[in-house]
């Protein structure tokens, strides 16, 4: 079992390169401020990057004062931008690795040796989720918070993930094969792009199951503000397409 390493597809990673949220950086991701709001104050903070990408969190985490910022990534790509962009803050509080998160115990990280782990839309992608949890269980101290992002499962069910339109020409979001969890294969940006599928159920039930007591759990959607300065926003209110949760460590 290991990770589909599709952000090293040439063609995907042209394509993923030209998105807001990697233009941009979290300024470009839109639901960034729920997300932010959930995060504890970073400063003196341990803290574990789970699929940093090109590293605009960890850079930030460093700005906001976090002690010291392991980023991971299966991504040579994901790492090499990350690490060209250099660190916002002290250069040796920052170390970018290779990982494969289907297997993050092979790094032999320290037990308890981080206070915050974050991941921002990657566990959709994991297909040992207990495996990772368990190792998560291990790596973070007493307390520590677990703030992550992922595909909300209304968005990862379908076989076919896109929009739909009635004889009338209304736009909708078709949901089937919601309770049949697994793999979807999905053409976005290059063909082939293989996404776990979980209920809702499942992602809490896992976090409950290896001791992280939940804290806040948010089916995202823009608010008023953001439709405004961005209309096309507007249709992400039809349906959740990212589930936001925080935990802590039990």
Not at 44 to 58: K, P
Not at 65 to 77: K, Q, T, Y
Not at 193 to 202: A, C, F, G, P, T
């Amino acid at each position: 079992m290991s990770t589909q390493n599709i952000y090293d597809d040439p063609q995907f990673f042209a394509g993923y390169s030209q998105l807001a949220r990697s233009v941009q950086g979290l300024d470009g991701a839109p639901e960034w401020p729920a997300l932010r709001a959930l995060l504890p104050p970073l400063a003196g903070l341990r803290v574990l990057d789970l699929g940093c990408g090109f590293g605009w969190f960890s850079r930030w985490a460093l700005g906001q004062g976090a002690a010291e910022v392991l980023g991971l990534d299966v991504s040579e790509n994901m790492l090499a931008r990350a690490r060209a962009e250099g660190p916002a803050g002290d250069a040796a509080a920052l170390r970018y690795q290779r990982a494969d998160l289907e297997h993050l115990e092979r790094l032999a990280l320290p037990e308890a040796g981080f206070d915050l782990a974050y991941s921002s839309l990657v566990l959709h992608y994991i297909e040992n989720l207990d495996g990772l949890l368990a190792e998560l269980q291990r790596l973070l101290a007493p307390g520590a918070a677990l703030v992550l992002s992922l595909e909300h499962p209304i968005f990862t069910a379908p076989r076919r993930q896109s929009w739909a339109s009635d004889a009338d020409g209304q736009r909708h979001w078709p949901v089937d094969g919601y309770a049949l969890e697994g793999a979807r294969v999905s053409d976005w940006l290059a063909p082939g792009v293989i996404k776990q599928h979980r209920r809702l159920d499942s992602y809490l039930n896992a976090l409950l199951r290896h001791g992280f007591a939940l804290s806040s759990l948010q089916e995202w959607h823009p608010s008023d503000a953001q439709i405004a300065a961005a209309p096309a926003l507007a249709e992400e209110r039809e349906r959740p397409m990212f589930l936001l949760i925080a935990a802590r460590r039990v």
